[in-house]
């Protein structure tokens, strides 16, 4: 592709970087083919290649976002499916990111959505104030369920997704060390992630059981909480970029302590996040050799577990499980096979769901702030799971465990949980009561 940037707009290290993935765009069109958004409503505005003419024409006269770039860019679901199709290695992710913190600096957006993204951006990056909202949000649920549909949608959105209880604080969460059963193999410090542990803290508790019966020492660190990956993918960079620097710094508190050998992340959106800090900081003097050293330690779970190998069954296994590759693992990390090799080594018969690469519709806070594609791309994505008729579903990421246990009846769990249960832990709570996996009702 054609840019025209003036050597004054490339002097900026973002330019710079943006103008050089315009450049690799060859037009194809293979990117509409595997977009969710361009699938459902058939705009070519709505598919990587028309986002990315948008952007170009943005970034490269220098003006702000107009409301036309501003509707088709929040529409993205930053899914990734595009990079993997890619067949000139066009970095999206990178565009789109740059797109996003332009639009934040430049467009005024409507005061209801200013104020619905500054709550997100508020709420669920921490904790304890999170944990405060989703009670609140279960009382409201209660009151107004007569009106709900008289709500307005994203509020309406807000609601639907509150869990039906929320879950005690786990000690699991809290800063120390979880030390290895056995003779230490490798010592890692694991990301306990915010929203996570709020409305999953078995996730982590079931991790580390897993890890410590496998030989691993798990540290969690005390200050690495939040990656930033909510608040980046939003575009605010300040926000995100604070979370991410606290988080460095605890883990290189480690590293340069005790060491590591590699830092876990057992949410694949989070784990895309990390990854990318060596990019994140590449400017940043203060972080840069910080963020790369940890970006490059960076490992999901089940890269892990494949490498350490995964120990035997000891429950009877053998139900079929529809495993759902979040759209993080399998275009922002390529983690494809770890996963369901995993699976199937715990002696689960592993069922591929069709049209697997196409997103659920989570994508962070993508199910809050666009509801109506977010719901479709859950309908879809459902029938195709139910299609393969599962037990149950697997996941590596909690955003689409949520996303998909709420249209369909089929028990959702994370990976990890199955993993532990197949191999000494107690029976993932989503299971009790379903014949498939020997519980009684």
């Known amino acids: 592709m054609?840019?025209?940037?003036?050597?004054?707009?490339l002097a900026d290290p973002a330019i710079r970087e943006s103008e050089k993935i315009l450049r690799a765009c060859v037009h194809c069109g293979f990117c509409t083919a595997t977009c969710p958004t361009y699938a459902i409503l058939g705009d070519e505005l709505d598919s990587p290649r028309g986002r990315i003419y948008l952007i170009k024409d943005m970034l490269e006269n220098d003006r702000a976002a107009t409301p036309e770039v501003v509707k088709h860019v929040d529409r993205c679901l930053s899914c990734l499916s595009c990079m993997t199709t890619c067949p000139s290695g066009v970095h999206y992710m990178h565009l789109v990111d740059h797109a996003r913190s332009h639009i934040e600096a430049t467009h005024r957006r409507s005061l209801a959505d200013r104020a619905l993204r500054a709550l997100l951006a508020w709420l669920l990056p921490n904790p304890a104030l999170f944990r405060l909202a989703l009670l609140g949000a279960w009382f409201a649920k209660g009151v107004t369920k007569p009106l709900h549909r008289l709500l307005p949608k994203r509020l309406g959105a807000l609601l639907a997704l509150a869990p039906a209880r929320v879950p005690a604080p786990s000690v699991s969460d809290r800063p120390g060390v979880h030390p290895a059963q056995g003779p230490r193999r490798k010592r890692v410090a694991l990301l306990i992630g915010c929203a996570q542990r709020v409305l999953a803290p078995s996730i982590n508790e079931a991790t580390i059981r897993l890890l410590t019966r496998h030989g691993v020492e798990v540290v969690v660190a005390k200050g690495a909480d939040c990656c930033g990956a909510l608040t980046h993918h939003m575009g605010k960079e300040a926000l995100?970029?604070?979370?991410?620097?606290?988080?460095?710094?605890?883990?290189?508190?480690?590293?340069?302590?005790?060491?590591?050998?590699a830092i876990v992340v057992n949410a694949s959106g989070c784990g895309t996040s990390v990854k990318d800090y060596g990019f994140l900081f590449r400017e940043d003097p203060a972080y840069a050799a910080k963020a790369a050293r940890v970006a490059g330690l960076a490992r999901d779970v089940t890269e892990l577990l494949a490498d350490l190998g995964l120990a035997a069954p000891v429950v009877p296994t053998g139900q079929a499980i529809a495993y759902h590759s979040a759209c993080s693992m399998q275009h922002g990390q390529k983690i494809k096979e770890p996963p369901r090799a995993l699976l199937r080594a715990a002696g689960f018969a592993v069922r591929e769901v069709p049209d697997g690469h196409l997103c659920c519709g989570s994508a962070g806070t993508y199910n809050m702030l666009q509801p109506d594609l977010a719901g479709e791309l859950r309908a879809r994505k459902v029938a195709a799971i139910e299609s393969t008729r599962p037990d149950a579903v697997a996941a590596g990421n909690l955003g689409c465990i949520t996303q998909i246990a709420g249209g369909t009846g089929l028990p959702v769990v994370h990976t990890v949980e199955l993993l532990d249960w197949a191999t000494g832990g107690p029976l993932p709570e989503a299971l009790a009561g379903r014949p498939a996996f020997g519980a009684v009702a």
């Open 240 to 261: 995100a970029h604070a979370a991410a620097r606290a988080t460095i710094d605890a883990w290189t508190r480690e590293l340069d302590g005790k060491g590591l050998d």
């Open 2 to 9: 054609k840019t025209d940037f003036s050597l004054a707009q």
